[in-house]
């Protein structure tokens, strides 16, 4: 009896051995990435954040604990940055989604052309956001881009001018720019989910009688809730974080109409040369960013169970 319980145990450990080295085995395939993920991503993250507790000066640098926090309460200039990030992220988000969306359903349906069509949509999106810019910049530029004459000729300026130059109409200046730039990403990842939805579902409910619309509402739309959440999640702190348009085409003018937050922590931290206050600035915007994805995510969470 003792030799049996003995063999058992001894039969059992080599199993055990292998469960440890099949549990062990997936990290070490992943170890690589891991590290480098913390080099790039945490190290910088953390030093970024005790920066933030300290007020730099030309030759060094002294421990402040939460000034830096206590100067935000009272910038204005950063106040108006976080209007302006605001409207320049729901702005870009809201046509970026709905002209994304259009062009998804329609390279969605047979046509003649159509891969031309989708190369062309989806072009914009490889195109470098500096050049974007600057192109753009020369669009809306009176004595070599034709937009403001264009503008002229429909009535909605009273004369060709530059858009960039004007506070009250500046800000649309790159948001249109960056419409042009994130179509293509809705574009993509909508129509990938329009091709996963089963075309059984659409004819059983053409055969029902269901009318185009209420197709898409209720057979094409709940199918992409969870994708358009996802999308307009990253597509949100994508834009909120995102400068080079605008540091391209306004860098952040005129009269800080176009100055978001990204744009005032780059000015901060190498044209002021106030590292501390900047990554401070940084922390508060990394703050809203993750707030805002968790309250997306369970919003996600919501929709999967009911799909």
Partial sequence: MTYAVSEIRSAGQPRRKRLSHAAIEPWLYLSPAIILLVVVLLVPLVIGISYSFRKFSAFKSEYVGLGQYQAMLSDQVLGQALVNTLWWTVASLFFQFFLGLGMALL????????????????????????????????????????????????????????????????????????????????????????????????????????????????????????????????????????????????????????????????????????????????????VLLIAYAIALIGIRRTLVRHV
């Fill in 107 to 286: 390279l969605d349906k047979p046509f003649r052309g159509r891969k031309a069509v989708q190369a062309l949509v989806f072009l914009p999106w490889a195109v470098p956001s500096f050049l974007s810019g600057l192109t753009w910049a020369w669009l809306f530029n009176p004595i070599i881009g034709p937009l403001p004459h264009w503008l002229f000729a429909l009535g909605l300026k009273a004369e060709p001018t530059n858009v960039l130059s004007d506070p009250s109409t500046a800000m649309w200046g790159p948001i249109v720019a960056n419409i042009w730039f994130g179509i293509p990403f809705f574009a993509i990842t909508l129509l990938a989910a329009l091709k996963s939805i089963p075309s059984e579902l659409h004819e059983a409910a053409a055969i029902d009688g269901a009318s185009p619309w209420q197709r898409f509402t209720q057979v094409t739309l709940p199918f992409l809730a969870p994708t358009i959440a996802i999308t307009v999640m990253l597509r949100t702190i994508w834009i909120a974080t995102f400068a080079d348009l605008i540091f391209v085409m306004t860098e952040g003018g005129p009269a800080g109409s176009t100055n978001t937050v990204p744009v005032y922590i780059y000015v901060s931290a190498f044209k002021s040369l106030d590292k501390g206050y900047a990554s401070a600035v940084a922390v508060l915007l990394l």
